[in-house]
């Protein structure tokens, strides 16, 4: 594994680029005091199933991505997300993995 799947961080910030192509969906991420992120998603055809398309989530839009560091440090770059929300409108995906308990 590339990432500390033991840790989990928020990462928050303006999409600056969003690339939607296998093997995995990439968001790349300004936040407000930590410079650029890299965000690695999972794949187009898991996303379709899920009802994300290529327009869900754009250039601009504030996100606040769950997943796991990476193991380097310098990378900046988070994987294995569980979950991404958009405050602005309420959207929000989840891995489809992670259930929420009531």
Do not use: C
Request: proline fraction near 5%; hydrophobic fraction near 35%; avoid cysteine.
């Amino acid at each position: 594994m590339f990432y500390l799947t033991d840790h989990r961080v928020t990462l928050k910030g303006r999409v600056s680029q969003v690339s939607f192509a296998n093997p995995h969906v990439m968001l790349t991420i300004e936040t407000a005091k930590s410079g650029t992120w890299q965000a690695e998603w999972t794949n187009v055809e898991s996303l379709a199933r899920q009802g994300v398309q290529q327009e869900t989530v754009k250039t601009g839009d504030f996100l606040e991505i769950e997943g796991s560091p990476s193991r380097n440090p310098e990378s900046r770059v988070v994987s294995a997300l569980s979950e991404i929300r958009r405050p602005a409108d309420g959207w929000r995906w989840v891995h489809p993995d992670v259930r929420t308990i009531e």
